[in-house]
T-cell receptor
Framework: LAKTTQPISMDSYEGQEVNITCSHNNIATNDYITWYQQFPSQGPRFIIQGYKTKVTNEVASLFIPADRKSSTLSLPRVSLSDTAVYYCLVGGHNTDKLIFGTGTRLQVFP | EAQVTQNPRYLITVTGKKLTVTCSQNMNHEYMSWYRQDPGLGLRQIYYSMNVEVTDKGDVPEGYKVSRKEKRNFPLILESPSPNQTSLYFC???????????FGQGTRLTVV
């Protein structure tokens, strides 16, 4: 089972781009990389998922290098409402256990 | 509306008094799981279920039981709660493990 490592916390200002990197050195061939966002006292919410190269949706981009041992979640032009904890998760589509890391607490300042 | 519903949202109980936290999903998902969240420890998986009648232990299963008799329901059972099970609990479901998961609103449990 791949274990993930993320920075504990990050600070940013409104309007800036934020990049959160996740390390997953033991990622398996059939593992996908998924990111979730969690606000206080709420359940995590799916942001984006990818396997390799780059994935983009309406809220974020996910960059995955060729060796897939890390990934970077990119949030363009953050706002105060992006203040949350972000979790990186690695697992296959038929993996049994899912292991969340401790997450990255992003604080956005005005 | 697609959702995962947990009940109760808040619960205070005493040590040793059996309790059940219910979880229900309306998306016909095969995979369901329970997590506990404690300060500084992130989300830790307690139990998961790949499908009806198929359950297995996650990372922190001690003191918990689950059952999956129907596809939509996945209750979490604490036979004899102890204070170290005081935590915030989340139920989640997804079509398959590793695919976009939907989480419930959480159950804040306090065992005194």
């Amino acid at each position: 089972l791949a274990k993930t490592t993320q920075p504990i916390s990050m600070d940013s200002y409104e309007g800036q781009e934020v990049n959160i990197t996740c390390s997953h050195n033991n990622i398996a061939t059939n593992d996908y990389i998924t990111w979730y966002q969690q606000f206080p006292s709420q359940g995590p919410r799916f942001i984006i998922q990818g396997y390799k190269t780059k994935v983009t949706n309406e809220v974020a981009s996910l960059f995955i290098p060729a060796d897939r041992k890390s990934s970077t979640l990119s949030l363009p032009r953050v706002s105060l409402s992006d203040t949350a904890v972000y979790y990186c998760l690695v697992g296959g589509h038929n993996t049994d256990k899912l292991i969340f890391g401790t997450g990255t607490r992003l604080q956005v300042f005005p | 509306e697609a959702q995962v519903t947990q009940n109760p949202r808040y619960l205070i109980t005493v040590t040793g008094k059996k309790l059940t936290v219910t979880c229900s999903q309306n998306m016909n998902h095969e995979y369901m799981s329970w997590y506990r969240q404690d300060p500084g420890l992130g989300l830790r998986q307690i139990y998961y279920s790949m499908n009806v009648e198929v359950t297995d232990k996650g990372d922190v299963p001690e003191g918990y039981k689950v059952s999956r008799k129907e596809k939509r329901n996945f209750p979490l059972i604490l036979e004899s709660p102890s204070p170290n099970q005081t935590s915030l609990y989340f139920c989640a479901s997804s079509l398959k493990a590793g695919i976009e998961a939907f989480f419930g609103q959480g159950t804040r449990l306090t065992v005194v």
